[in-house]
């Protein structure tokens, strides 16, 4: 009996034996195949919930140059499936890529935005001819004070106060208005002086040809306690109006503002020139005729009619100077804006 059991045993084992051989042999293949494959699928799920996070967390910044027409890209660059992505994420690669401009609402007023920059600029300052008026207003300046050191020269510190007439005060606009780099001035200083500067322009070349002076306004030149630095400084009555507008020439052209800005101009002045006298007595006790801008009479050269029309009353005439400048900066103004219309180009 007991050898029985014991064969019954060792049959069992040794078929036990035999079915683990048969399932390494036959099932084993089987089991491998199904395991790869179970690792590849669970594979590929990760790298398309990777690609998938990917792209929702894309980020792209991208840039429009208008002048080159090219796109500029900004992306993140792939993160590896290592667990690297915070190292890749802060390594941000630059793509360039030309493309062709879109047309976009967006685009289209950026472009109008850029386009009224652009004219409010050309419009607003000097962009053209730029070391002409860099010279010009060089020139002024050196001009102005070459004029106060004759002033100085003949009348003492009162010479200075020579700055506060109207065609003198043009030639302190014009160079600041270069400096600053704002039109607007030199067309304020401009509009102030054309037609003063166009009558005393008439009157020295009738006094050079016929040997008087008709209107009066240049005969002052003639005066015997004028000296020839004095002459030589009040040129400027001939060349500033024609200089300032080459300067002004595809520069904005005459500014429409310059009307309004001489007219502020008008009251200051004339309160600063009352405070000087009419005649002013020299140190060698002889006198000069003063009068800054005519505020205490009308000029003395200029007589008969239709100058003897004009109030001699202080407040009569006060107003009457007032009225005036209104009337000669209005004309001035609608001449110039003629003149630059048909002579200057505004950019």
Not at 43 to 72: C, L, Q
């Amino acid at each position: 009996m007991v050898n029985k059991r014991v064969e019954n045993i060792n049959k069992n084992e040794m078929k036990f034996k035999d079915e683990e051989i048969i399932k390494q042999q036959y099932l084993s293949p089987d089991e491998n195949d199904f395991q790869v494959i179970s690792s590849t699928t669970t594979k590929n799920r990760k790298n398309k919930a990777i690609v998938e996070k990917e792209k929702n967390n894309k980020v792209h910044e991208i840039i429009i140059d208008n002048t080159n027409n090219t796109v500029i890209t900004k992306t993140p660059p792939p993160s590896s499936p290592k667990g690297n992505n915070k190292n890749n994420n802060n390594n941000n690669d630059e793509h360039i890529e030309t493309s062709k401009p879109k047309k976009s609402t967006t685009t289209t007023t950026t472009t109008t935005t850029t386009i009224v920059k652009n004219k409010k600029e050309i419009l607003g300052s000097f962009n053209n001819n730029l070391k002409f008026v860099r010279a010009s207003g060089i020139f002024m300046f050196l001009y102005y004070l070459t004029m106060m050191y004759v002033r100085y020269q003949h009348r003492g510190a009162i010479g200075f106060a020579d700055t506060l007439w109207l065609c003198n005060l043009s030639i302190v606009f014009g160079f600041i208005s270069i400096a600053v780099n704002k039109p607007i001035f030199l067309g304020i200083a401009c509009n102030c002086t054309l037609i003063v500067h166009a009558l005393w322009v008439v009157d020295v070349v009738a006094w050079l040809i016929t040997g008087s002076f008709p209107l009066g306004n240049a005969e002052y030149i003639s005066w015997p306690t004028i000296t020839w630095g004095e002459i030589i400084t009040t040129t400027h009555h001939a060349w500033f109006v024609p200089l300032s507008m080459i300067c002004l020439h595809r520069n904005g052209g005459y500014p429409s503002g310059a009307w309004s800005g001489s007219m502020l101009c008008v009251i200051p002045v004339v309160y600063l020139s009352k405070l000087f006298p009419k005649i002013l007595v020299l140190p060698d006790n002889s006198t000069f005729y003063l009068n800054i801008n005519m505020v205490h009479e009308w000029w003395s050269d200029m007589n008969g009619w239709p100058f003897s029309l004009i109030p001699k009353d202080p407040v009569q005439y006060y107003f009457f100077l007032l009225s005036f400048s209104l009337v000669l900066f209005t004309t001035a103004h609608f001449l110039m804006r003629l003149v630059c219309y048909i002579v200057l180009k505004r950019n």
